[in-house]
């Protein structure tokens, strides 16, 4: 039907932070991949230090082969609507955010026309990549703040606030195992069970296609919450008194380089052992 909402054929590559920039740069490689020979625009909007990042990316896309890459560079809300902004977007096939501030980047990019393109682009097959803060704005609510050090206090709210929703009922962590947040994630899933949480460690990636799996690349792993099933929680307690979060039967998947995910059957997949690649081929 013409009405009907098109579903999105692009590609996600979140990325946990930390991502190796030297010899062992597999996940920016990956990017580059993506990219092939059209246009790569790399943002820079969450950092406090663009002019650097901006050096930095680039200098190593072009080592790894990207020809056309334009930077999108936005300092305040008003340059964010500016036309001109909009339309250094135009004819790319990927964009890459990089990290700093995830609330800065939904607060000056959100529902301006370069935020629109973005959408557009990835609509239409093209690739979004971040990393670190960058990955946190690809799903519809994000994590800004809360304490990843120790397990969650119930009366420390975490705080969230809405991303940018290319990757919808997901909640993104990254430097996850590195800065110990499991306890926050814990909390986000505690919150709204129907949300899956997706914790990233740093120089690893979880590739997402059509929104209906992923696969994991990178040295570290990919840890999934799924509260689902969840059968109690302490966070509606009436006297709390700063208690530790308890909440019983929430699933722990652990993933890998080579794994991969449903995301509508919300189970992993075992990857195929080599013979048996070569038995289907």
């Known amino acids: ?67 056309n890459i334009e930077h999108l560079d936005v300092r305040n809300r008003e340059e964010a609507l500016a036309e001109r902004t909009a339309k250094i977007l135009d004819g790319a096939t990927a964009v890459f955010f990089t990290g700093g501030d995830q609330l800065k980047i939904t607060s000056q990019l959100g529902d301006s026309q370069a935020y629109r393109k973005i959408n557009e682009l990835y609509e239409h097959g093209g690739t979004v990549a971040g990393t670190s803060a960058g990955a946190s704005v690809m799903s519809e609510t994000m994590l800004i703040g809360g304490d990843g050090e120790k397990s969650h206090q119930t009366d420390r709210m975490i705080q969230m606030a809405p991303g940018f929703g290319l990757v919808k009922d997901v909640v993104i962590d990254q430097h996850f195992a590195e800065r110990g947040r499991l306890g926050r994630l814990l909390a986000a899933v505690a919150q709204n069970p129907a949300h899956l949480g997706v914790g990233i460690d740093e120089n690893t990636a979880v590739i997402l296609s059509g929104e209906e799996s992923f696969e994991v690349i990178g040295e570290g792993a990919v840890y999934i919450l799924d509260g689902r099933k969840v059968s109690y929680s302490n966070l509606t307690e009436e006297e709390q008194n700063g208690q530790t979060l308890s ?35």
């Not at 996600?12 to 625009?41: H, P, Y």
């Not at 722990?252 to 048996?276: C, F, I, M, T, W």
């Open 247 to 281: 909440v019983f039967d929430i699933k722990l998947h652990v993933l890998s380089e080579g794994n991969r995910y449903d995301l509508q059957a919300r189970r992993p997949e075992v990857p195929p052992k080599p013979e048996e690649q070569a038995e289907v081929a």
């Open 1 to 67: 039907m013409a009405n009907q909402k098109q579903k999105k054929q692009g590609r996600l590559i979140i990325i946990g932070g930390g991502e190796k920039k030297d010899d062992r740069r597999k996940i920016l490689e990956r990017v580059a991949r993506e990219v092939g020979s059209g246009k790569l625009v790399v943002s820079t909007v969450g950092t406090s230090e663009p002019e650097e990042t901006w050096k930095e990316y680039r200098q190593i896309f072009k080592q790894l082969g990207v020809k």
